[in-house]
């Protein structure tokens, strides 16, 4: 009869536990600071600094050449985007699309044959990890030479910086795969391809993800280095069209909108990558009360 | 009865060193067996060779008289840890085989207590509903033998003695032939028709001893002295 009880006690106990188990996230996310929060946490220190250059500008203390008001620099954009502002974004926005494309979608093939095969590793990625030292402006003198002024060394420029980000992101994820989940896959008889589609590349997805970021984000830098040395249009050509009439408002309103686009591709890249790794069991910060 | 797992081991080597040599193994069908031994004796090199995941060994396994040339669907293995795949919900993760019956996930999941969390991540399970999940992975190819390692190891000592009432339940229902590594003596005694206790490269690498006939209780007067003979034959 004891043993009966204590085996019941036993079973409501590890019950009890499982069901804890379930409920933790829902609590969890109950507890979760609403998204406005954050958005306003985040407009805290720009706001701030813009307010603070404001009164700087206005009361004297900041020669306005030098660092326009934030509210001239509203101006600019203003009459900017009534003589083909958006040709520019347009134009700057189509190169990093268009670079980073190309250069992520070699990098993802690469850096996939790379991770899965140990001799593509030794035939490839010496050569890759030379390349990656390279400085990107040590590039534009050979790309000016090999292909012209047009859109064609641009891109090229564009995609090299895109590339070695997803490329490492890619290679290493694949090769940081859990070696316990392979091992579980083999018990399934599982053929390569299936083994790369069905266990490395979802298993190496924050890396990936987190790669095509960092390189989309070097394609936005990257951008700007091609069209300051040749270009008619785009952001980069309205920072050196500015330096050359010193227009420090044109600069820095170039400057706000590569800020700001570079913002709005990273922020669509950071929304891909939580709904991809919703899966993911990972630690996201102390919440602050 | 009929013997399910033949396993002849002549030897298995890592570099320069045997971890087993000589060692025979056979497991009738239905049978639960218990592999025990010291840390390092060589039993999850037993198991990971009799499940047909590792193939770099010289000896033979046999599973009905014929020899077995690697992974075979007649055969499932639960992993110490669940091994789950994160991104996949529970039904995905049993489901993984391709080849099997995605009609017996529901009944599966039921049968290890999982019928609310198919659609669950693995992220939002405990330990001990992890590990039901994976029983249920490694029943989905509908196996005849099912090895264990130490699959009760992780979890705290009132779920390790659900998941092993659910191993017995199981093991019943499927007819299956169970080969079970664990540390836990008295988890051996209370699952196993037979305890083997294994010294890999000693003469003889097995001795065996015999728990009272199913079904038995925990922490039974018999078992009590089982248990002090294993413990002698392991010097402890």
């Known amino acids: 009869m004891s043993s009966q009880l204590a085996a019941s006690a036993t079973s409501a106990l590890a019950d009890a536990r499982e069901q804890k188990a379930i409920r933790a996230p829902q609590a969890a996310r109950n507890t979760t600071n609403p998204r406005w929060r954050r958005v306003l946490l985040g407009l805290l220190l720009p706001v701030t600094a813009l307010a603070a250059t404001e009164i700087a500008v206005r009361s004297g203390l900041i020669p306005s050449h030098l660092l326009p008001a934030p509210t001239q620099i509203l101006d600019t954009l203003a009459d900017l985007g009534a003589h083909g502002l958006l040709g520019h974004i347009g134009a700057s926005t189509l190169r990093v699309a268009a670079g980073f494309g190309i250069g992520a979608l070699l990098a993802v093939l690469l850096g996939a044959a790379v991770g899965l095969s140990r001799r593509a590793e030794a035939l490839l990625d010496p050569t890759f990890q030379a390349l990656r030292a390279i400085p990107s402006l040590a590039w534009v003198p050979l790309l000016l030479l090999w292909l012209g002024i047009d859109e064609a060394p641009k891109l090229v420029l564009i995609a090299i910086g895109a590339f070695f980000p997803v490329y490492m992101g890619v290679a290493s994820g694949i090769r940081g795969v859990d070696r316990k989940l392979i091992e579980v896959a083999r018990l399934y008889r599982l053929s390569n391809i299936a083994l790369t589609r069905r266990v490395l590349l979802p298993a190496a997805l924050p890396s990936i993800l987190t790669g095509l970021r960092n390189g989309l984000s070097l394609a936005w830098m990257f951008m700007v280095a091609a069209e300051l040395i040749a270009a008619s249009r785009g952001l980069g050509y309205l920072l050196s069209d500015g330096r050359e009439t010193s227009r420090a408002d044109i600069v820095l309103a170039a400057i706000a909108l590569l800020a700001i686009l570079g913002k709005i591709s990273d922020g669509i890249m950071a929304a891909i990558e939580h709904r991809c790794l919703a899966w993911r069991d990972s630690y996201e910060g102390a919440q602050s009360r | ?236």
């Not at chain 2, 081991?9 to 009738?28: F, H, M, N, P, W």
């Not at chain 2, 939002?124 to 509903?129: F, K």
């Not at chain 2, 005849?144 to 199981?170: C, H």
Request: net charge negative; aromatic share 6%.
């Open chain 2, 1 to 236: 009865m009929s013997i399910a797992l033949d396993i002849h081991i002549t030897e298995k080597r890592y570099g320069d060193r045997a971890v087993l040599r000589d060692v025979s193994l056979q497991l009738q069908q239905g049978e639960i067996v218990s592999l025990i031994g010291a840390s390092g004796c060589g039993k999850s090199s037993l198991l990971s060779i009799a499940s047909g995941l590792d193939r770099d060994f010289q000896g033979q396994i046999k599973m009905d008289g014929n020899p077995l040339n690697g992974v075979s669907r007649e055969i499932g293995f639960i992993f110490q840890e669940p091994r789950l795949f994160p991104w996949l919900t529970v039904a995905q993760n049993v489901a993984f085989d391709n080849d099997g019956d995605p009609r017996l996930v529901k009944r599966l999941l039921s049968e290890v207590g999982l019928d609310d969390h198919a659609a669950a991540l693995p992220k939002h399970l405990s330990g001990g509903q992890a590990q039901r999940a994976a029983i249920a992975r490694g029943l989905f190819t509908q196996p005849r033998v099912l090895l264990l390692d130490e699959p009760f190891s992780a979890v705290d000592a009132f779920t390790r003695m659900k998941l092993q009432d659910l191993l017995l339940r199981i093991a019943h229902e499927h007819r299956l032939t169970v080969l079970l590594v664990t540390h836990d003596i008295d988890e051996a005694l209370y699952l196993s028709d037979r305890v083997v206790l294994l010294d890999g490269t000693a003469a003889p690498a097995l001795t065996e001893f015999h728990p009272a006939p199913s079904p038995r209780k925990r922490g039974d007067i018999g078992a009590a002295e089982l248990k002090a003979a294993i413990l002698d034959s392991l010097h402890v």
